[in-house]
């Protein structure tokens, strides 16, 4: 869904769709989208720059960090984005960018891409790091056992032959 800055009537318009999981390529194995991403916001238009803020929602599946079950969790944050076009944007603001900045982008053709921009957010507010569980085990180092559902021992059964001096050291 494209937004032509050209044609806006309005200083302020408000959008609301759903996009198909289909229609968002996450380049992901570890993260699938299970229902239709639903986005509503508004888009402000200044003289310099374009504002864009809203709410997403979705519901999605990933993997645990640790033992790679699957998880599914609910998707739902608020995002803002800025744009301003490529005159607006000197050389000196790509050279000292303060974090402010980092949410800025350069608007190509007069037209702000919505779908790009729910994709980017949703990679954005995935979890570097999520777990099934609190105190989940993980998988095994050595068989690659799910040490929350086994005890397999391994870790017992092998020692790294640069500890091996130590191992008499406690009796």
């Known amino acids: ?10 200083a302020r318009t408000s959008f609301d769709f759903i996009l198909n999981p289909f229609e968002i390529d996450l380049e992901s194995e570890e993260i699938k989208l299970l229902e239709d991403v639903k986005v509503t916001g508004n888009l402000t238009k200044h003289i310099a720059q374009t504002d864009v803020e809203g709410d997403i929602s979705s519901k999605i599946e990933i993997d645990c960090s640790r033992c790679l079950n699957k998880i599914e969790s609910e998707l739902k ?3 803002s984005a800025a744009f301003v076009a490529p005159e607006h944007y000197t050389e000196q603001n790509e050279k000292e960018l303060d974090s402010d900045e980092l949410e800025v982008s350069i608007i190509e053709n007069e037209e702000i891409d919505l779908k790009e921009l729910v994709r980017e957010q949703v990679l954005l507010a995935m979890p570097t790091q999520i777990l099934c569980k609190d105190d989940c085990k993980g998988l095994c180092g050595v068989c690659g056992a799910n040490k929350n559902l086994i005890d397999c021992k391994c870790i017992e059964k092998e020692i790294d032959p640069r500890w091996s001096a130590l191992k008499n050291f406690k009796k």
Do not use: S
């Not at 869904?1 to 309005?10: A, G, I, Q, R, Y």
């Open 1 to 10: 869904m494209k937004v032509d800055l050209t044609k806006l009537e309005n």
């Open 77 to 79: 944050f608020e995002f």
